[in-house]
């Protein structure tokens, strides 16, 4: 039996990256760090197939003993610092996480577990404002928030862990994905939650930045598996994980609404305080690499995202016991 371990397992992707991994009949060991309050949400159906170790991305020795006790044969690194806004606000710890937190991941690997393959959650953040669209694998970083600038030193430590102690590293640059799971504070789930809320009379207006934004959006579930594939290669490499298309913020808006047989207008308002100007060069990845090396695209579209969400916002927001 294989053994993952996984950090960020209380996150969106560690939670469908755990289904998944289970599903395989792999062994799964799922990295937490301790709160005062339970954080286990997300895996709470996992209960019995995943294995919780105590451990932060800020504490070295818990890594070198969670990986020492566990001696797993696949580490995928998901934990992180992960909203782009609170990266101003907390560059400093962003940069704890995000940045070094991967340095001393990878220095417990090479000490402790030089043989396990090693997964890093990698953004399309790194390109920040790219010079060219769509972005491949061969695309400058030029970070343009501390996040961004935090993805991209993991980035290249990953690879140089790879290059110079011939580690197993594999580098995933993930675009914006969703699902149900993901936190209300992404415009994604905002729409899908606030339309799923006025349906149901809980909420009047949704307040909105540039409707004319685009993003390059999929579903987490297609990107864990990504995740995934990309461990089972021979050779270690970086891929672009996304879906190779855009859509706008209007779109999702027009799709949310419908889906539940309203009208958009009715309730939509673009508010100064969310507004962002057009991007000059559009985030949108190439998915090339990943579709004739690796045989993977996205299974579920755009539509079929937008309508799971508010179908499972709705569910959520009349069952209590969801
Ligand atoms: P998420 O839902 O925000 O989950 C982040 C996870 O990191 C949580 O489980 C969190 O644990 C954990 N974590 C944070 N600080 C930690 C620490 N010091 N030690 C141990 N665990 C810590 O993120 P996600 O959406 O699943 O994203 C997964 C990864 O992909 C992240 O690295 C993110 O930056 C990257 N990414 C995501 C997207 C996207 O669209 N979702 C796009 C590009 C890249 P707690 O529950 O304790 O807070």
């Known amino acids: 039996m294989k053994k993952a371990l996984i950090t960020g397992l209380t996150g969106q992707d560690g939670s469908y990256l755990a289904e998944l991994l289970v599903a395989k009949g792999y062994q799964v060991y799922g990295l937490v760090r301790r709160t005062s309050t339970s954080n286990l949400e997300r895996i709470s159906h996992l209960a019995g197939n995943v294995e919780i170790v105590s451990g932060d991305l800020l504490d070295q020795s818990s890594l070198m003993d969670v990986i020492s006790d566990t001696q797993p044969d696949e580490i995928y690194n998901l934990a992180s610092q992960s909203y782009v806004p609170l990266s101003w606000t907390q560059p400093a710890l962003t940069a704890e996480y995000t940045a070094l937190g991967v340095s001393r991941l990878l220095e417990s ?89 006025i349906k149901l009379g809980l909420a009047k207006e949704l307040k909105l930045g540039n409707l004319e934004a685009r993003r390059d959006w999929c579903f987490a579930k297609d990107a864990v598996t990504a995740m995934w594939l990309m461990l089972q290669q021979d050779t270690p490499d970086d891929y672009i994980i996304a879906s190779g298309e855009t859509h706008s913020v209007k779109e999702l808006v027009e799709c949310a609404f419908s889906s539940i047989g309203l009208n958009w207008q009715d309730y939509v308002s673009v508010d100064p305080e969310f507004y962002r100007p057009d991007e000059p060069v559009q985030l949108v990845g190439s998915i090339d690499k990943m579709k004739t090396q690796l045989g993977w695209e996205p299974e579920y579209s755009f539509a079929q995202l937008v309508e799971s969400m508010v179908d499972y916002d709705l569910k959520k927001l009349t069952d209590s016991s969801m």
Request: positive net charge; hydrophobic residues 25%; charged residues 20%.
């Open 109 to 197: 690997i090479r000490r402790c577990q030089p043989d396990a393959r090693f997964y890093q959650a990698s953004s399309s953040e790194v390109f920040g404002q790219p010079d060219e669209s769509p972005q491949t694998e061969r695309t400058a970083f030029r970070p343009r928030n501390p996040y961004g600038v935090a993805k991209a030193y993991a980035h290249w430590m990953s690879v140089n862990y790879r290059q110079h102690y011939n580690l197993y590293t594999c580098c995933g640059i993930t675009y914006t994905h969703e699902s149900p799971r993901r936190g209300t504070e992404f415009v994604f789930r905002k729409i899908t939650n606030t339309a799923a809320k």
